[in-house]
């Protein structure tokens, strides 16, 4: 009963949300309707026993990806009518893309339907006894390992290319060193004379 | 509790009620608590600056804070007029309940724990990394430059130390092989030659214990990291334009935090529930004023650093965040993984 009632909430939240990302006029709204429907997603993911990949969802997603977004969002300095004249534009191409979306699920849940693909027969029919982080373990550190390590590699070297690509070595910038700042001492900048009166200092 | 409820009327209502109450139960010592803290900061504050502190409302002042929250209560609510109205309003609510939610997976004894899931440290990263919405929405709809600049600054703060925190939290879970917050306690059990309990004597988890405590500092906006709020700088930060209710909301919601990573600290590192040392007489005393006497000997040392340390500056936190905690953690996740894998499963 509350398994139900739950599922129709966060499916309805989220197909509510995912819509009003597309036609709220603010672009920060966009957002945070964004931000909502991962939450649903995450929920979701809750109801059918996926608890590691619902924490991650609201982690990466909710915790990481979207705020730097709505960071960025909150920034633009967004010009909407600019917006709204490339919308004629791109309709055509957009509705392509959602038809062939619309195709591929279809034909999935059609050959879902049809019978054949016997859960045993995937790759690693998760054991249903144990906690689902303990299973994702065991399947991405032994028999993954190579694919998940790859990966891994693919993840830093788009860290490096971003770093890369976006980093300016500006010249003429006096930058603090602070391990030299603090093996300072005094005797190093200060130091005490007995001047004779009259006389000039020495430098 | 639950099956008691479960048995008279059925099993989801019961279910419900029962988490209802046991929901209750916490929320509603946890404000009182608040309340007493902001009480107890206010007071080691002023001892450490050799003045009385709040002393006019009850014995010893001890009903400051509640002075203070009716006069807030009967104050107006002022919604600036560029403001935008919903987000205004919603964003000292997110901050609130952001700050309770995290307490439902916290053990306060064996077994004394609203949702005992095998995922509670992720559930808790996950709640913790919604806390920047709170400010960043209060910063943003606020339609003003200071709050704007705060919410930034937190923006950029929050994301940078939840990365240290992540991976302080991984030698945590190496050690312990469990996410589960009661189990990672249980874990600590006679940590040490079987004579203390909590990761955190162990040399070669203390330092991120260290890591983990200022972590939390930063990632509550507490001094010395509260840049958020620098008042020489940015007003009062993304509270600025806030009033009556909806700024309490804020308060209570920032202390709530406060004492959500003082328990955090006490759980992940010092035993939580167990007292310090394994010896069968501490055990007389409940678990829970173990836990209490915990989250309060952090609490203290959260208020020590607000009232001795100065303010960052935004580039020594974020140099603190990246190029110090960073690298650290990451190579003491190694060294803890390094050293697990030789004496537990063999080299």
Known sequence: MIQTIAFYLFAILVIAAGALTVTARNPVHSVLWLILAFFNAA??????????IAMLLVIVYVG???VLFLFVVMMLDIDFAELRAGFARYLPFGLMVAAVLLAEMIFAVGAWQAGGLALTQRAGPA???LPNIHAMGALLYTRYLYVFEAAGLVLLVAMIGAIVLTHRGRAGTRSQNITRQNMRRPEDAVRNVNQPVGEGVEL | MTALFQDYLGYGFGWFLATLILILIIAL??????A??????RKIWAAMALRKGPNVVGPFGLLQSFADGLKVFLQETIIPSAANRGLFLIAPIIT????LITWAVIPFGAGMVLADINVGLLYILAASSLGVYGIILAGWASNSKYPFFSAIRAAAQMVSYEVSIGFVLITVVLWAGTFNLSGIVLAQKGHILGLVNGFGFNPLLFPMAVVFLISAMAETQRAPFDLTEAESELVAGYQTEYSSMSFALFWLGEYGNVLLMCALNATLFWG????????????????????FI?????FFIFSWVKATVPRYRYDQLMRLGWKVFLPFSLIWVFLVSGYLMLTRYGA
């Open chain 2, 272 to 291: 939580g529930w167990l007292p310090p040392i394994d010896w069968a007489p501490l055990y007389v005393v409940p678990g829970i004023i173990w836990l």
């Open chain 2, 36 to 41: 007493m803290i902001i009480y107890a900061d």
């Open chain 1, 64 to 66: 990481a990806v979207a």
């Open chain 2, 29 to 34: 010592p946890l404000m009182l608590a608040v």
């Open chain 2, 96 to 99: 609130f309940t952001v700050a």
């Open chain 1, 43 to 52: 929920g979701l993911m809750l109801l059918v026993g996926a608890e590691f």
């Open chain 1, 127 to 129: 054991p249903s006894d």
């Open chain 2, 294 to 298: 915990k989250i309060f000997a952090f």
